[in-house]
């Protein structure tokens, strides 16, 4: 298994914008695929065959309200998010951003995808946590239970 951590904002997946015949990308799609891009430049290659992808989307928690005494830990803050962006956009953002980075090939290969979104006040400016692995199980396995075969 393969893990990848790319610091700040969890990137999201931004259409293509046009100016008449010219299409463009975005200042902020622009610097995500350049955080994957550094993210993923010591990373081994990309395995081979069909992937299993998670994708763990962490923002940053509101500033608290709430004072701390001098001396005392802060207490730990870890919810579901769920608003904008949604987990499938920061899905296709990552997976985006790992094509144009020329680490992930086709993302077409992806057969099984996981992605979550999390608000904490532990990971300072936020992160995404990709695991990537080969996905094991086979086809007829799958299609067994759902009556496929």
Known sequence: ?????????????????????IRFQDKATIA???????AVANVGPCPSGALEVGIVAIWPAAAERSKVRKGQPRPVIVEWRAMDPDADN??????DGL???????????????????????????????????????????????????
């Open 99 to 149: 094509q144009a980075a020329g680490w992930l090939d086709e993302d077409n290969r992806v057969v099984q995808l996981t992605a979550c979104t999390l608000t904490t006040n532990q990971h300072g400016n936020g992160a995404t946590i990709v695991t990537v692995s080969n996905h094991l199980p086979d086809a007829a396995s799958v299609a067994l239970p759902l009556r496929i075969a």
């Open 1 to 21: 298994m393969i893990t990848i951590e790319i610091p700040g904002r969890p990137p999201t997946y931004r259409r293509a914008r046009s100016k008449g015949a």
């Open 90 to 95: 920061v899905a296709k953002g990552v997976l």
């Open 32 to 38: 995500d695929r350049a955080r994957i891009s550094a």
